[in-house]
């Protein structure tokens, strides 16, 4: 790759790596320049750039990122779409993040220019929560490069989220003489919630003296109920595999696979089993809510991932959880996890078709309904997808029947595009996050290129409206995120949602795309049969 300022003469298709003023706005950074880019900056004066041009043997950012978020990650997980070198992977569901840490390593250590950002092994993340994130640091990996990380991945992804179970967990509490009744309500709260918050059911408690032949018996009548795993929680420490709640499992024919832990709280728990089934001695820093070693373990339980003693004993690095004055509350403030952005896509289907005299997105488009093609590329990629209807409407909803599709009828599409805009954005649910604003009549647009918009879209980054842009010309759909659904609200008339993009120049970021379809529309007969024979 050829990095560094070059004359504009010779900088066509080279990548901005800065942003450069024109007389009418700016070209922002990775903006592979055209022919038309040069003039107008030559006309602004500009006599050179600083970009980037790369070489035979270099793969670009985003076709480096996406190869490598396409393998890296297995079930549970969802890769989205490449942008500026970065592609990102969610969790598809609530569960265990499970990361390859030695071979995750070993892809970060071939390259300055690629890497690969997890987060902690074995954390517990949210469903749509961000556990991955591929990065190109250039605009550009060097083949043999991308070649080696990818045969470090193989068929063996690096990173996988185990969702948590339903599982029906058994616990058996034990008392001695001196046993407040309090201490065994807290201890079944303590346990109950931990268990509903990783997704199962405290379906079985038992209460029984702290001896071994009645923990003996609990257990054993646990197991009988189908129980896994099954908790024994202590009125008194367990201090060695001779002590009550070890030798109670022994007997009732299971084992004692690790005594302790270096995790601190939690040094004092018993990881056993019992016909396959885990048997767990809690220990006592679980009737407080903060985190322990126990937590740690009980998550891996949950998501039906094997622990062994090995595991526990790897536990010790970062397993000092103790409160220190130094440190007094280091769990309290943590950041919110970044998550993928809900996105919706809203379809305008309400206009009149003035120009066409037939209602165009009732019109044949190879072998189906226009409306139906634009529809169902949105809802693709979308989170959810609302059509707005206006003239036509039973029509246009029989056109889509079958599609998972909501519907907002405008009756005031006679009134001009805003209307319709207004109607589409009051339909979303509070939680969305974003909303592309798609055409019914641009059936050529890909589920691709509205991932690519998503993938885009970035507030903190000030990318709150993505535009694809091909070979320099903007089109359509665009992305719009929610802090601007207000002024979209508050357009009149016949007026689109371009009248902004002015004013909110610094939100726009512009997308490239190989393709033009986000060029082509059907507002004429003659713009349907070409979209038809193209």
């Not at 998550?299 to 130094?326: C, F, H, K, N």
């Not at 997105?361 to 206006?390: H, K, S």
């Amino acid at each position: 790759m050829i990095f560094g300022e070059m004359p504009l003469a010779g900088a066509e298709g080279a990548i901005l790596a800065h942003a450069v003023k024109h007389q009418a706005g700016m070209f922002k950074k990775g903006r592979v320049l055209t022919a038309d880019d040069i003039a107008l900056l030559k006309s602004a004066g500009v006599a050179t750039v600083f970009a980037a041009r790369l070489g035979a043997d270099d793969v670009p950012e985003d076709e480096a990122a996406a190869a490598v978020a396409r393998l890296v990650g297995a079930e549970g997980t969802l890769a989205q779409a490449p942008f500026t070198g970065r592609a990102n992977l969610h969790a598809a569901t609530r569960g265990l993040a499970i990361v390859d840490v030695e071979r995750v390593r070993a892809l970060n250590r071939l390259h300055e220019s690629l890497t690969l950002a997890t987060v902690q092994p074995f954390a517990i993340v949210e469903e749509r929560e961000m556990v991955a994130t591929v990065k190109v640091i250039p605009f550009a990996v060097p083949r043999p490069v991308l070649e080696k990380a990818l045969a470090i991945i193989g068929d063996a992804p690096l990173l996988r989220v185990e969702a948590f179970r339903d599982k029906r967990v058994g616990l058996a509490i034990t008392r001695l003489p001196q046993t407040k009744p309090s201490i065994i309500a807290k201890s079944e709260d303590a346990i109950r919630e931990r268990v509903t918050g990783l997704g199962g059911e405290l379906s079985a408690v038992r209460i029984v003296p702290h001896e071994i032949a009645a923990v003996t018996a609990a257990i054993a009548d646990l197991m009988a109920q189908g129980c896994d795993p099954v908790l024994v929680f202590g009125a008194s420490a367990i201090v060695d595999r001779g002590d009550v709640i070890p030798m109670a499992l022994v007997k009732a024919g299971g084992r004692v696979l690790h005594l302790g832990m270096p995790v601190d709280p939690g040094n004092l728990m018993m990881f056993g089993s019992l016909d396959d089934v885990p048997v767990i001695g809690v220990p006592s820093c679980a009737r407080s809510p903060k985190l322990n070693g126990f937590d740690w373990v009980l998550a891996r339980v949950m998501a039906g991932v094997p622990v062994t003693p090995q595991d526990i004993m790897d536990m010790g690095a970062g397993g000092l959880l103790a409160e220190i004055p130094s440190r007094p509350t280091p769990r309290e403030g943590k950041p919110k996890p970044q998550r993928a952005p809900r996105v919706a896509a809203i379809v305008l289907a309400a206009g009149q078709s003035s120009r066409m005299g037939v209602n165009k997105l009732l019109a044949d488009f190879r072998g189906q309904p226009m409306i139906r093609r634009t529809v169902a590329a949105m809802r693709q990629a979308a989170d959810l997808t609302v059509v707005v209807t206006g003239r036509d409407e039973e029509e246009i909803a029989a056109a889509l029947e079958g599609l998972p599709v909501g519907f907002v009828h405008n009756p005031d599409f006679a009134e001009g595009l805003s209307t319709s805009l207004r109607a589409g954005i009051a339909a979303l649910p509070p939680d969305t996050d974003a909303a592309v604003i798609a055409l019914g009549d641009m059936p050529l647009v890909t589920p691709e290129e509205v991932r690519r918009l998503i993938a885009a879209y970035s507030p903190a980054e000030h990318r709150s409206i993505c535009v694809p842009v091909h070979r320099g010309r903007r089109g359509n759909p665009v992305l719009w995120g929610r802090q601007h659904f207000e002024a979209l609200k508050a357009l009149e008339g016949d007026t689109g949602a371009r009248v902004l993009f002015e004013a909110l120049a610094e939100e726009i970021v512009e997308v490239a795309v190989p393709e033009d379809a986000v060029l082509k529309d059907a507002d004429t007969p003659e713009a349907l049969a070409a979209l038809r024979s193209g």
